[in-house]
């Protein structure tokens, strides 16, 4: 699943939260005047509390910062953390964690790729540079399986670099920027690590202090 769908789910829904407060306080004030004219019957029903709130959302959104989000995702209403996912609102960059990979995954819907088809990625952010050799997952997005200790220098790179590049063959260039997405980042680790699906070391010059 792309991160796109989540963000712009995520975003609908926080951008909803004030407007639906403030529909809420109105509602309840119109209640409040109807149940004063209203039958004993009417009052208690509308008074009456929903008795199963709707359960959270398999997907959260744990941090935010311009163009990048980490998001998790639960397969049973927050009690366990089956997937982390963080990246670029565009897409073209993506990093995901679950029990059984990690990968770093770059789309595009305007794409029309050949699920199982191959090609090289390469990726400069500063003195960070590396290959990756990207497989289509279907016809709008492409992934890479790393291991722990590459993951862990992808990320260094995006977290201590202010712009990336990324090369798809010998064609296609992206130029993009990296604010904002080290707290991402940082969140994206801290999250393959809590739920044991791996060690991606700390933020570059990372200072934990709770003061």
Known sequence: MKIYQFLIAGAVALSALPAMAGAQEAGQLQDST????????????????????????????????????????????GLHTDLCIAGAENEVLM??????????????????????????????????QHVFHMQANDATTLSVDLKPKEMAELLNGMERGQQATVQYGERTVVNMTLTGSAPVLD??????????????GHAPDSRANPF
């Open 34 to 77: 109807q149940w004063a004219h209203s039958p004993a019957g009417a009052r208690q029903a509308l008074a009456t509390p929903d008795p199963q709130p709707a359960p959270p959302p398999a997907m959260t959104i744990d941090e935010r910062h311009d163009w990048w989000v980490a998001i998790h995702h639960s397969p049973d209403h």
């Open 95 to 128: 990093v995901r964690a679950d029990a059984d990979s990690l990968q770093m995954r770059s789309a595009d819907d305007h794409w029309t790729l050949t699920p199982g088809s191959t090609g090289d990625m390469t990726v400069r952010i500063g003195a960070y």
């Open 187 to 200: 969140r994206f680790r801290g999250c393959a690590e809590t739920n044991h699906f791996a060690d991606l």
